[in-house]
Nanobody, 114 residues
Framework: QVQLVESGGGLVQPGGSLRLSCAAS????????VGWYRQAPGKQREFIAL???????DYRDSLKGRFTISNDVAKNTVYLQMNNLQPEDTAVYYC????????WGQGTQVIVSS
């Protein structure tokens, strides 16, 4: 079993930045991939980025350059740095892990508004 807890969401003005954290606990040695997803109101959940145990990183094409995924192995934490946020980035952001079963966090709300 793996538990994922996201944090770092909040209200930010357009053009601002946020860093989200995903802290994993439990059977963390079983985790092979951690990813970030988001779901805006009335829309389907969409992929943002992932990082593998081996360090491979992948991004949604439309978010490359603004969003950066990283990890701190010692802290069992994966981060999502988000820059130049826009109103269309408003969503609930979720952390996802494969270990090898699929696990989701509870989500953290990001609101981009002036």
């Amino acid at each position: 079993q793996v538990q994922l807890v996201e944090s770092g969401g909040g209200l930010v003005q357009p053009g601002g930045s946020l860093r989200l954290s995903c802290a994993a606990s439990g059977s963390t040695s079983s985790i092979t991939v951690v990813g970030w997803y988001r779901q805006a109101p009335g829309k389907q959940r969409e992929f943002i980025a992932l990082i593998t145990r081996g360090g491979t990183i992948d991004y949604r094409d439309s978010l490359k350059g603004r969003f950066t995924i990283s990890n701190d192995v010692a802290k069992n934490t994966v981060y999502l740095q988000m820059n130049n946020l826009q109103p269309e980035d408003t969503a609930v952001y979720y952390c996802h892990a494969l270990a090898p079963d699929k696990y989701w966090g509870q989500g953290t709300q990001v609101i981009v508004s002036s």
